[in-house]
């Protein structure tokens, strides 16, 4: 399948450029199974990687030039000197591709041009990570191309700088991460203080389950801002804590730590998942790597929603429906995926079960009023790579 539609995103770049490009390369979206907001806290993700992916067509030029090129978005070629590559000075999506090549060249990598045509099937702003695959696949193509022999971690690095710099927002490093280094049928364990990782096994379809999205369709406009209050408090822990960051608060202490924050109750709720979350992400590894039933990690990715909702406080309606709703109709498990006040939520369930649950979900939405939500199944898949 990929190889089809690397064929077709060639033959676009061809009409468009007039030339066959030298490569076609993909990186996908990701879903996060557990490990929610602690990628700005130095701690622990378990995300893997989604069969939707960027497709990107590149070739490399020497006149410090780059064009841009995608399916998806209205408009023709948009045409970049490298030398006026400037941070938060492009609002379109274009900032996502040349804050990489920024990156790049900032990072003392000689990248001197390129014409690059992409297509997506990552759904964009469903919090499954469209801007990190965009950014991975086009990282991956320029590695390629100029021999720069960087690894995975590092474009990871290097795209986290681009998105946090160049487009100006404040992620954290685990979409790059994810789409950069996960591997089929695994999920990724990743420390995210310094980034060692590890492949865990997560073959769903082996033992006769499956993992649901369930995108809502919903962005809440004040979801930034909302983001930006909850890694100042985060911070604010840390320090009142006199820790580096509060994935040093060993989960053993949980309590001693929560009585020596006093009166600061927000700050309070925010520490408590934060440190439950990490130790949530431990107990879900040591599961799967035990090689027992998977789904003895459903009541944990239960814990993990019941956190999101009533201490960090990032749930909203529809991801609580979804997650009553499967639960009511026998998933094994189901929790709010991503950054929160919409988006999407994951939902683990027997094979058997999957049609009436996608069933009671929908209609439960039509119930409430709330957009029809977009229901698909999320196998583990690989992460970036060259096609042609
Ligand atoms: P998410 O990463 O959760 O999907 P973001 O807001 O971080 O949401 O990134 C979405 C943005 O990425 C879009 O607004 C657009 O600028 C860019 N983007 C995503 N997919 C594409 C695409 N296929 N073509 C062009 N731009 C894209
Ligand atoms: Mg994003």
């Known amino acids: 399948m990929s ?5 077709t995103v060639a033959a676009r770049f061809s009409e468009l450029y007039g030339a066959e490009p030298h490569g076609v390369w993909a990186a996908p979206g990701r879903v996060n199974l557990i490990g ?16 939707h992916m960027a497709v990107a067509a590149v070739s490399r030029r020497e006149d410090g030039v780059l064009r841009l090129h995608s399916a998806d978005v209205e408009g023709g070629v948009a045409e ?14 274009t900032a996502y591709p040349a804050g990489v090549v920024w990156a790049l060249r900032e990072a003392g990598h000689a990248v001197t041009g390129a014409d690059i045509h992409l297509s997506s099937t990552v759904p964009s702003g469903a919090g499954l990570s469209s801007s990190a695959a965009l950014e991975v696949v086009v990282a991956l193509a320029l590695n390629d191309l100029f021999s720069l022999g960087l690894r995975g971690w590092q474009l990871a690095r ?13 992620v954290g490093i685990m979409d790059q991460t994810a789409s950069a280094c996960c591997e089929a049928g695994h999920a990724l364990f990743l420390d995210t203080r310094d980034l060692s990782q590890k492949q865990v ?4 379809a082996a033992e006769g389950m499956r993992l649901l999205v369930v995108d809502t369709q919903v962005k809440h406009s004040h979801s930034e801002g909302e983001y930006g209050k909850r890694r100042a408090g985060c911070e604010k822990g840390a320090a009142l804590l006199g820790v580096n960051a509060l994935r040093d608060v060993p ?16 700050v309070r709720r925010l520490v408590r998942h934060i440190v439950t979350e990490n130790e949530r992400v431990e107990r879900v590894v040591s599961l799967l790597e035990s ?13 993990g929603h019941a956190s999101l909702r009533d201490d960090f406080r990032i749930s909203c309606p529809e991801l609580d429906l979804v997650v009553d709703t499967a639960l009511a109709s026998g998933a094994v498990g189901a929790r709010m995926t991503g950054g929160g006040f919409g988006g999407s939520a994951i939902v683990l369930a027997e094979e058997p079960d999957v049609d009436a649950i996608t069933k009671a979900v929908t209609e439960a939405f039509a119930t409430a009023g709330f957009t029809t939500p977009r229901v698909f199944e999320a196998v583990p898949s690989a992460g970036a790579r060259s096609l042609l």
């Open 80 to 93: 970049l000197r490298l030398d006026d590559l400037s941070p938060e000075s492009d609002k379109n999506w």
């Open 291 to 303: 090689g027992d039933d998977t789904r003895a990690i459903g009541p944990i990715l239960v814990e």
């Open 158 to 170: 290097l795209c986290q700088r681009a998105e946090n710099v160049y487009v100006g927002a404040p």
């Open 251 to 266: 989960y053993d202490d949980l309590d001693a730590a929560l009585s020596r924050l006093g009166d600061e109750e927000e």
């Open 36 to 51: 929610e907001h602690t990628d700005y806290n130095d701690g622990f993700v378990m995300p893997f990687a989604l069969p």
């Open 3 to 7: 190889e089809a539609v690397a064929e």
């Open 201 to 204: 096994p997560f073959d769903l």
